[in-house]
């Protein structure tokens, strides 16, 4: 083998410069079955399945474009969590692994409108994300985005469900992951 074929060979093997296929990896934050523990109701149902289909097809683009996962969880209060330990007392965020010291909120339309933007959308996910936050206006009686760590951030888009038929309110949304090193 000569030394050009030697090298290419040996660029191709390392695994620094080529890790190989991605392997399955374990959430480190929480199970599925930890993230989804309220009370299923008609309207949260109803949210739910309207949310994930728009969903879907979007991610959170940063250093890692991390895609959206569905969470939701019996909140027996009328506000929204004003601090990071509400939500890491919903099991929804590791504190050993995760900062709860940065904590951050934004309304709904400071994080969408960004993300809204058709003239600035270079991955096509702007009529997406348009929809989404129709149906987080139209879902929730009140809702927020929160964001907490550093470097590797937990974002959250959340509002309040209520029953419509003496159910139990509901905590719910989306959580993704927001890299940036």
Do not use: C, H
């Not at 949210?47 to 991390?66: G, K, P, Y």
Request: proline share 6%; charged share 20%; no cysteine.
């Amino acid at each position: 083998m000569e030394k050009e074929d030697s090298d290419y060979m040996a660029m191709l093997n390392n695994s620094t410069i080529n890790p190989g296929p991605k392997q399955e990896q374990t959430p480190s934050l929480a199970t599925t079955s930890q993230l989804n523990t309220a009370t299923p109701n008609e309207t949260l149902t109803s949210a739910f399945q309207a949310i994930m289909n728009v969903s879907n097809d979007l991610v959170l683009v940063s250093e890692s474009d991390e895609p959206f996962e569905w969470i939701s969880a019996d909140w027996a209060q009328d506000k929204l969590p004003v601090t990071a330990q509400e939500i890491i007392q919903l099991g929804w965020v590791d504190p050993s692994v995760d900062s709860p010291s940065t904590f951050k909120t934004k309304t709904l339309n400071q994080f969408f409108d960004p993300l809204v933007d058709e003239k600035n959308d270079p991955y096509n996910q702007a009529k997406g994300f348009q929809k989404m936050y129709k149906l987080f206006k139209d879902a929730f009686s009140d809702a927020q985005v929160y964001f907490i760590g550093e470097g590797s951030i937990n974002v959250f888009v959340l509002g309040i469900i209520n029953a419509t038929s003496g159910g139990k309110r509901a905590l719910a949304g989306l959580r993704s992951l927001l890299v940036q090193t």
